[in-house]
């Protein structure tokens, strides 16, 4: 799940204000402006604040998305291609289920998501209330997909505690955690797509990526906020172990 959900369940980081028009004036004209009240801290006032003014918030409430987020994976498969019509996709971290009605709706035959959330129903689509890192969460994913994928996405995150150290190294062991999945998975020529922070993926997660995926690249999509540290890594090609069975 991402910290950008309206839920509220990640922490949030500050971005500018949207602005119509072609200057300060203008700007400060179309932007909602929340005043504080009674038992809202400052930071829920910046965060509703932003919400109001947020074009991809308004335009997934007409659409029917769940959340903004949805259109992170609309830009990522707009520029690399990953979702096929047929395919088979892992959602790591869905709620509240943005990326799941995305997949589907380009034509993924089948997709399970997993969160430590609850998440709506999606029809379609089979939703697991699970930790993902928890023992045995990823034999109940595989299970839960009937055989191997053809993309596995991940847009994880931990709940944070405001060292960044501490953070830093929980993202890590989640994007790390999502990778080692896909490759257990993933069909040959698979995709994998996982949140990352601080620069993209680095060191030992990089070099596994490379190892098994012909192409490794970083990309931030339009609708991750300017203001947020998050980017996204893609690999593509999945290239299994020889003595991996394909099916």
Excluded: C
């Excluded at 109001?52 to 949805?70: C, F, H, I």
């Excluded at 259109?71 to 520029?79: A, G, P, Q, S, V």
């Excluded at 998050?230 to 090609?237: K, M, P, S, Y």
């Amino acid at each position: 799940m991402s910290e950008d959900e309206e839920g509220g369940e990640r922490r949030r980081r500050r971005s500018g204000p949207v602005t119509k028009g072609g200057d300060a004036r203008s700007a400060k004209q179309f932007h909602t402006k929340v005043k504080t009240a009674r038992g809202r801290k400052y930071s829920s006032k910046l965060w509703l604040e932003r919400q109001l003014n947020d074009p991809y918030v308004a335009r997934a409430k007409q659409e029917g998305y769940r959340s903004r987020a949805a259109y992170k994976l609309t830009e990522l498969d707009d520029k690399f291609g990953l979702i096929k019509p047929g395919m088979k996709v892992a959602d790591l971290g869905a709620a509240p289920g943005g990326w799941a009605q995305v997949a589907l709706k380009r034509g993924a035959s089948h997709v399970v998501g997993i969160d430590l959330l609850e998440i709506e129903p999606i029809p379609g689509a089979t939703l697991l209330e699970l930790d993902f890192t928890e023992a045995g969460a990823d034999e109940t994913l595989k299970a839960a997909l009937g055989g191997r994928a053809d993309l596995v996405v991940s847009d994880l995150a931990p709940w944070t505690t405001g060292h960044k150290q501490t953070d830093h190294l929980r993202i890590v062991a989640l994007a790390e955690a999502a990778a080692h999945f896909a490759i257990d998975v993933l069909n040959p020529g698979g995709a994998f797509v996982a949140k990352v922070f601080q620069g993209g993926a680095t060191g030992e997660l990089l070099d596994l990526l490379k190892a098994r995926f012909k192409t490794v690249r970083h990309y931030k999509p339009p609708a991750s906020r300017s203001g947020s540290a998050e980017t996204f890594v893609i690999a593509q090609g999945f290239r299994p172990p020889s003595d991996s069975a394909a099916g």
